[in-house]
């Protein structure tokens, strides 16, 4: 007898897209200022989506346990292609774990800054992003 075994994975991160003409180290200066982090340079993220070529895309990351934050922001768009093919039309994603946050507190406070032209909250599933960002769990 065989038995399937089914399991559902759910991420313990909220997902976020953006579109900025900012680049990375602008973002994050501008998202640290807001939300009191410190985000730095993190792994990149290398993608090949089924092609003989790879794209890597930078990251900058905050973590601190002590409060139950994390946050990650990558470069969605290259010249080369995208991370996440189904938000191709956005800039940055931005992954966030708080535990004194919530997603739309987050979303009302980052589509107040400056160098974000437009932000949304997306399903992590529906975007693609389960495979690539796993590198952040």
Not at 26 to 32: P, Q
Not at 68 to 87: D, F, K, Q, S, W
Not at 116 to 136: M, N, Q, R, T
Request: overall charge negative.
């Amino acid at each position: 007898m065989l038995h399937t075994l089914e399991w559902e994975y759910v991420p313990d991160y909220e997902l976020f897209g953006l579109s900025s003409t900012s680049g990375c180290h602008r973002l994050a200066w501008s998202m640290n200022k807001a939300f009191g982090w410190a985000m730095s340079c993190d792994q990149d993220v290398v993608s090949t989506h089924g092609r003989e070529t790879e794209t890597v895309h930078p990251s900058m990351r905050y973590v601190n346990e002590a409060d139950g934050i994390a946050v990650t922001l990558v470069l969605n768009r290259l010249p080369e292609g995208m991370l996440l093919e189904g938000v191709s039309g956005l800039d940055f994603v931005v992954l966030l774990n708080h535990h004194e946050l919530a997603a739309h507190e987050f979303l009302t406070q980052l589509r107040q800054l400056r160098e974000v032209s437009y932000a949304i909250a997306l399903d992590p599933e529906v975007s693609g992003a389960i495979e690539p960002l796993s590198v952040f769990d």
